[in-house]
């Protein structure tokens, strides 16, 4: 069973950075699509940006001037800079083994707890 830790959350004022990074336990071969997600309140999740081990990468066309996504292996991170208080949300972790790449949340078996992101003055 894959697991996912997300950490690096946490409270930042409008235009700063944060790094958010994902780790897993439980598979030792490696993963095929690795994505962030986010989900505001009462809002429906969405995805952020998805990266495969060729290094394929897929990046939500409002952030990507702003969000970097990059892996090592089955680790990944992302990075965000120039905050705005709409990227205020919880953002997942995902994971899945096989498969084409996908930005599709229903596609995703594994999936981390979550880590906040509140951007606000």
């Known amino acids: 069973q894959v697991q996912l830790v997300e950490s690096g959350g946490g409270l930042v004022e409008p235009g700063g950075s944060l790094r958010l990074s994902c780790t897993t336990s439980g598979h030792s071969s490696t993963l095929k699509s690795m994505a962030w997600f986010r989900q505001a309140s009462g809002k429906e999740r969405e995805y952020v940006s998805v990266?495969?081990?060729?290094?394929g990468r897929i990046i939500k066309l409002s952030v990507k001037d702003r969000f970097t996504i990059s892996r090592d292996n089955n680790t990944v991170w992302l990075q965000m800079n120039s905050l705005e208080p709409e990227d205020t949300a919880r953002y997942f972790c995902?994971?899945?083994?096989?498969?084409?790449?996908?930005?599709?949340?229903?596609?995703?078996?594994?999936w981390g707890r979550g880590t906040q992101v509140t951007v606000s003055a």
């Open positions: 995902a994971a899945r083994l096989d498969g084409p790449t996908t930005t599709n949340a229903d596609d995703y078996p594994f």
């Open positions: 990266a495969t081990p060729g290094g």
